[in-house]
């Protein structure tokens, strides 16, 4: 089916939806919001190695995309013009597939498969331009089972969207063996990392990854970033939403039991991380078994998508309008990353960065596009003809933002955790809310 024709269908399941509920989206906003998935994809597609940024990137991370884009004149540049990280590459393939890029996906996806260590895990990031890390020289270099997951799903999403266009489309040729392997090693890596015992409170989870940073001020006054190269035991709410949806989708694909049950794992796990009080899933628990009682705003987005999921409606709901109203800007569309909670843990940090020992994120002037583009696709989830209103104005707000069709990551910095640079991950998500809105068939594939 042409993206012609299938955008027609759209129109008319968007015209169908919105007068069922009296309600009506005219011919310029969907227009509008073509234009800005287009300038939105077009950066993308800039972004994707070999470029004017990294003319000769090393040959086994050729065609990974650069995370950000960054002005020579400043001082990160010579640390961050080159790198590629993982989820920011995998959100790219995403991006591609759902508008049919279908052969820029494929070299996404095929230079994330060169990327796999021998166990099956990603590196978080990587230098395109030279060889951190590697197996022999990896010093500071972390490994997230989030990215990793979102990895073997953008590669899992490839293969279901081929198959939903073209049912004689089939995981036989060399290509989609290739992408198929990629995503079931990866997903084997992270069973790897599932506990599996009845009496662990983090029963049914997959564990961090690997490396850890901890900021602290030292006797100069400075702060400091001390990395410890070790496993983590700590099990993200985030991370396993991503790793439940991998799971879940490879289990349809290859119907495989041991996926399945894995889903079934980390759905049961996630659902013990439920807070009655707040009406959202907390940040995670601590190897100990001590509940990371934060409130982020994915784990109330991004949740909220997994509760729908699972079958968990009423929950599903709770999620959205608790993430509304906790983490949205006045009447915007623009979203904080957090609520209450502290900017820093450590106050001696927050002092010297915010001259505030106490600073919470409802403090600060701070508008977060990525997140609040995932809080878009949720709310198109819904199907509740407001949420779609609001969708759009999320939407819109980020793409007053945009340079060149690029997202920025945050609207302030905030040293060490968010950055003002136009991002992979602001971009895409911005692609893939947009196409959850205007494509049936993508919101009915994506995260569904």
């Given at each position: 089916?042409?993206?012609?024709?299938?955008?027609?269908?759209?129109?008319?399941?968007?015209?169908?939806?919105?007068?069922?509920?009296?309600?009506?989206?005219?011919?310029?906003?969907?227009?509008?919001?073509?234009?800005?998935?287009?300038?939105?994809?077009q950066w993308l597609l800039e972004q994707k190695t070999p470029n004017r940024i990294v003319e000769a990137p090393l040959p086994w991370r050729r065609n990974l995309v650069i995370s950000y884009r960054i002005p020579e004149s400043d001082p990160a540049?010579?640390?961050?013009?080159?790198?590629?990280?993982?989820?920011?590459?995998?959100?790219?393939?995403?991006?591609?597939?759902?508008?049919?890029?279908?052969?820029?996906?494929?070299?996404?996806?095929?230079?994330?498969?060169?990327?796999?260590?021998?166990?099956?895990?990603?590196?978080?990031?990587?230098?395109?331009?030279?060889?951190?890390?590697?197996?022999?020289?990896?010093?500071?270099?972390?490994?997230?089972?989030?990215?990793?997951?979102?990895?073997?799903?953008?590669?899992?999403?490839?293969?279901?969207?081929?198959?939903?266009?073209?049912?004689?489309?089939?995981?036989?040729?060399?290509?989609?063996?290739?992408?198929?392997?990629?995503?079931?090693?990866?997903?084997?890596h992270l069973l790897s990392l599932q506990i599996t015992d009845p009496d662990d409170p983090r029963y049914g989870l997959v564990t961090g990854g690997m490396g850890t940073y901890t900021l602290r001020v030292n006797e100069e006054g400075e702060v400091?970033?001390?990395?410890?190269?070790?496993?983590?035991?700590?099990?993200?709410?985030?991370?396993?939403?991503?790793?439940?949806?991998?799971?879940?989708?490879?289990?349809?694909?290859?119907?495989?039991?041991?996926?399945?049950?894995?889903?079934?794992?980390?759905?049961?796990?996630?659902?013990?991380?439920?807070?009655?009080?707040?009406n959202q899933l907390i940040q995670g628990i601590k190897k100990d078994g001590r509940r990371d009682t934060v409130l982020p705003l994915d784990t109330s987005s991004w949740g909220s998508m997994f509760l729908r999921s699972a079958g968990y409606t009423?929950?599903?709901?709770?999620?959205?309008?608790?993430?509304?109203?906790?983490?949205?800007?006045?009447?915007?569309?623009?979203?904080?990353?957090?609520?209450?909670?502290?900017?820093?843990?450590?106050?001696?940090?927050?002092?010297?960065?915010?001259?505030?020992?106490?600073?919470?994120?409802?403090?600060?002037?701070?508008?977060?596009?990525?997140?609040?583009?995932?809080?878009?696709?949720?709310?198109?989830?819904?199907?509740?003809?407001?949420?779609?209103?609001?969708?759009?104005?999320?939407?819109?707000?980020?793409?007053?933002?945009?340079?060149?069709?690029?997202?920025?990551?945050?609207?302030?910095?905030?040293?060490?955790?968010?950055?003002?640079?136009?991002?992979?991950?602001?971009?895409?998500?911005?692609?893939?809310?947009?196409?959850?809105?205007?494509?049936?068939?993508?919101?009915?594939?994506?995260?569904?």
């Amino acid at each position: 089916m042409t993206k012609k024709c299938k955008f027609i269908i759209s129109i008319s399941f968007l015209i169908l939806f919105f007068t069922s509920t009296v309600h009506a989206v005219n011919e310029q906003t969907i227009s509008d919001l073509e234009s800005i998935r287009d300038q939105a994809v077009q950066w993308l597609l800039e972004q994707k190695t070999p470029n004017r940024i990294v003319e000769a990137p090393l040959p086994w991370r050729r065609n990974l995309v650069i995370s950000y884009r960054i002005p020579e004149s400043d001082p990160a540049a010579r640390y961050l013009t080159g790198r590629a990280y993982i989820y920011d590459s995998a959100l790219a393939a995403i991006a591609f597939t759902m508008t049919e890029r279908y052969q820029e996906a494929e070299d996404v996806l095929f230079a994330l498969s060169r990327q796999l260590r021998p166990d099956g895990s990603l590196w978080f990031g990587v230098n395109l331009d030279n060889d951190w890390p590697s197996e022999e020289g990896h010093q500071g270099a972390t490994v997230r089972s989030g990215a990793s997951a979102w990895a073997g799903y953008a590669a899992v999403y490839y293969i279901k969207k081929r198959k939903a266009e073209d049912p004689d489309f089939t995981t036989g040729d060399r290509i989609s063996r290739r992408i198929l392997f990629f995503a079931e090693k990866t997903a084997r890596h992270l069973l790897s990392l599932q506990i599996t015992d009845p009496d662990d409170p983090r029963y049914g989870l997959v564990t961090g990854g690997m490396g850890t940073y901890t900021l602290r001020v030292n006797e100069e006054g400075e702060v400091v970033s001390d990395y410890a190269d070790t496993q983590i035991g700590w099990a993200s709410t985030e991370h396993n939403i991503d790793v439940y949806f991998l799971f879940r989708d490879l289990a349809e694909i290859t119907g495989g039991g041991r996926y399945r049950n894995g889903a079934q794992m980390v759905a049961e796990g996630l659902l013990s991380l439920w807070n009655k009080e707040h009406n959202q899933l907390i940040q995670g628990i601590k190897k100990d078994g001590r509940r990371d009682t934060v409130l982020p705003l994915d784990t109330s987005s991004w949740g909220s998508m997994f509760l729908r999921s699972a079958g968990y409606t009423e929950k599903a709901e709770a999620a959205l309008e608790a993430g509304i109203d906790r983490f949205r800007v006045g009447k915007s569309g623009r979203y904080r990353p957090y609520a209450d909670d502290p900017v820093y843990p450590d106050k001696a940090v927050s002092r010297a960065y915010l001259d505030n020992p106490g600073a919470a994120w409802n403090g600060i002037d701070i508008n977060w596009p990525e997140g609040a583009l995932g809080m878009a696709a949720a709310l198109v989830k819904s199907e509740d003809a407001d949420r779609i209103d609001h969708a759009i104005e999320i939407i819109q707000a980020a793409a007053e933002l945009s340079e060149e069709g690029g997202i920025p990551y945050a609207s302030r910095e905030i040293p060490h955790q968010f950055s003002t640079y136009p991002s992979v991950a602001s971009t895409a998500w911005l692609v893939i809310a947009v196409e959850n809105l205007l494509d049936a068939e993508d919101k009915g594939l994506f995260w569904e």
